[in-house]
């Protein structure tokens, strides 16, 4: 019965299994093995599981609860979390981004700064510059 509740409390919510468990502060194996019927919470769980689903612990430990059926709520919370894994993929590849630009640039600096104080590589670059100023003029 409990398995049962939790499992049409938890989809009525949109929840995976996954984001119920985060925020239990529990590994999603346990969610689902209380799903299963396999194990059971303790009292202060199942006041916390009533909490995140916005249930009472009786509704959870009683009777049948009854799957919503408004196929509309179901089809915007998927397509709200297909927006919610595109932005998280968009940053992710910003941050990414970022991270090469800053290491092309570090790199960047760095072959000029050794050109800048390598004497021997100073003189190079300037005898190529006069000899690139004499060969157009």
Known sequence: MFGDNLKTLRKNKGFSQEQLSLR????????SKWEKGLSVPDAEMLVKIAEVLGTSVNELLGEAVA???????????????????????QIAQKKQLAKNITK???????????????????????EFGRNLYRIFH
């Open 104 to 126: 092309a640039s570090a790199a960047i600096l760095l072959v000029l700064f050794v050109i800048a104080i390598y004497d021997s590589w100073n003189e190079t670059w300037y």
């Open 24 to 31: 239990l502060n529990v590994v999603r194996q346990t969610v």
């Open 67 to 89: 799957a919503k059926n408004e196929e509309g709520l179901s089809s915007v919370a998927m397509e709200l979390q297909k927006l919610n894994e595109l932005l998280a993929m």
